[in-house]
């Protein structure tokens, strides 16, 4: 990871490491079989880390690291992730440089890879603050030297014993050839030869080479701590490469198959397309197509679009929702970081957009460098919360006629969060792959947790995948209607009175247990949604997609009641077309800026 040579050959291309490492560093395992991602890799495991410098894929892809970018940089630890699990997020993945491209780096420490993939050599930089990509000529060889270890003098004169070396044995290069120079290039400068030792304090401890020809995959490893080479080969068979490709196609098939057949992975403009014809009616009735927005006078646009969530927790008594802090984009996290510490808000926390919908851009947040990364990250204003950890979700829709006296509760939706119990002998990705609702999920779990899927749960324990209670991001709801009583509408009837101007919308609630919540204790608004709230509850499995049209219609119909009596008491006007389009146009350039990060 300090050394690195990339060899064109008339057989094939060699790249070669060599691993400089401090003296308290664990010893690295030899190079083994690992699976990642539908792919069967091959790597050196760091035993401190649990990542790797150098990798090989049974396609003939492969990835070398080296600390540092261009300069010399000053380490800022903690930092997010290690450079290694990077890189077998890279490998890992079915195009290495397009990974690179699109993950994260934030909060990472600066690195180089070397990829190579269908005969095309990258170089990919991440400076801490920017990435770089350069195509190089792949007929050519180079030597990289880690600027972490090694100055621009020091780095010159190692290219120059590389080139008179290459030109020395021209066509006899092989892999004993390469290991030599790798292991015996130098002037005699302990400092600074190939293998290298300073103060018994950093030294060279392996040497690791990759051929690759075709089908022939080769990996060779050389261990200087106890002298020992040991040699890994893949071997690709036609059959192998078939099984992968079906196996492919078949999670390709499945996912289509699940999409066709549950209505609830359904694009909204084909649940939705069907019913509108009714809210063309009741816009008819109403002689406003946004008739909606005497619903909620208390929220902006009655909470259909544009509502900030911040705007909303001013409404709601503090004792009923998390400690929030609200952040302005582009705000130095040093000085949220103080923020919080000075409301006595620790982590974890849950970071969100203070505009945002359907669980985009929420992220729960372990420490002080992830809250960072968020912020550099994040193009929006958004929200910092206190996780709340009741083991209990549930999404209860309320509503309340203007002038009378106690409201209602018309539907509710358990969460379930997305996740696995291990069997001893799987992992992560396997178990879900076995589960119709996480397969759906696999393509971007694979972005954000990357090597982790790789992880074997012991058997009978049950893992969180995804900590996030949105329909979304694969939790299950469960429709939890006959929790409904006198005294849960009571006890939730108490909270909204409280909330000026709000009739109509959707609570998202942790709870202790139900009972707690029908007494009115130990629960913890999460989020509370206005007029663009759905009733999720249609979302169970059980439910057929008429029964969902059925309830989005009486929902409607609630709306547009309570909003035509708002109007008529309060003297209020309802939105017109032109504030209407204003509104929504606002709204859907703002969630462009949003992202999933």
Known sequence: MCTVTFIPTATGVYLTSNRDEHVTRGRASDPEHF?????????????????????????????????????????????????????????????????????????????????????????????????????????????????????????????????????????????????????????????????????????TVSITSIFIAGDHLKMQYRDLQISRDVEKIFTRKDRASRKKAIVKWQLAARRIMIRAFHWEYWPSYLIYGPVYIYWLWLSIKARSFFFFSAANPGIRNAGFAQERKSEIYDLIPQQYYPQTQFCRAGTAPET??????????????????????????????????????????????????????????????????????????????????????????STIETLLEQQDRALLQLPSLRITLGAALDIVLPA???????????????????????????????????????????????????????????????????????????????????HSLFFAWKEICRHWTILYRISRLNAERRGLSLMNITEGIKMLQHHTRHLKQVRQL
């Not at 021209?170 to 400092?191: M, T, Y």
């Not at 006595?344 to 969100?352: D, N, Q, T, V």
């Not at 995948?465 to 949105?470: A, E, F, I, L, S």
């Open 35 to 203: 699976y990642g991602n539908g792919y069967q890799l091959l790597f050196p495991k760091d035993p401190d880390a649990g990542g790797s410098w150098i990798a090989l894929k049974d396609n003939g892809d492969a990835v070398v690291l080296l600390n540092g970018a261009f300069i010399k940089h000053l380490r800022q630890p903690p930092y997010r992730r290690s450079r290694g699990l990077i890189l077998l997020d890279v490998i890992a993945a079915p195009d290495p440089e397009r990974q690179f491209r699109e993950t994260t780096l934030e909060g990472i420490e600066p690195f180089t890879l070397v990829v190579w993939r269908n005969g095309k050599l990258w170089e990919c930089r991440w400076d801490g603050f920017q990435k770089h990509r350069l195509l190089l000529d792949a007929e050519k060889a180079y030597i990289w030297s880690s600027v972490t270890l090694y100055n621009e003098l020091e780095a010159q004169e190692r290219k120059q014993w590389f080139h008179d070396w290459l030109d020395q044995k021209h066509d006899q290069i092989n892999s004993e050839e390469i290991l030599r120079f790798h292991q015996h290039a130098g002037k005699g400068d302990v400092r600074n030869n190939l293998v290298m030792n300073r103060e018994n304090k950093i030294s």
């Open 336 to 425: 949220i970081i103080n923020q919080l510490k000075s409301k006595g808000i620790s982590f974890p926390l849950i970071a969100k957009p203070d505009m945002g919908e359907r669980g985009v851009q929420v992220k729960l947040l372990h420490s002080e460098a992830e809250l960072e990364t968020y912020c550099r990250l994040s193009k929006v204003d958004f929200i910092v919360q206190e996780y709340i950890d009741h083991p209990q979700e549930a999404g209860i829709f309320y509503y309340r006629m203007p002038g009378e006296k106690r409201g209602h509760i018309s539907g509710i939706v358990g969460k379930e969060f997305l996740s696995v119990t291990g069997d001893g002998t």
């Open 460 to 542: 009978g324990q049950r893992q969180v995948v995804v900590p996030y209670g949105n329909h979304s991001r694969g939790a299950l709801f469960v429709d939890l209607s006959d929790k409904i009583n006198g005294t849960l509408t009571n006890a939730i009837d108490m909270v909204c009175k409280q909330i000026p101007g709000f009739y109509y919308g959707r609570l998202d609630i942790k709870f202790r247990s139900w009972e707690d919540l029908n007494k009115g204790r130990h629960f913890s608004i999460i989020e509370l949604n206005g007029a663009g709230s759905e009733p999720t509850h249609v979302y169970d499995p059980g």
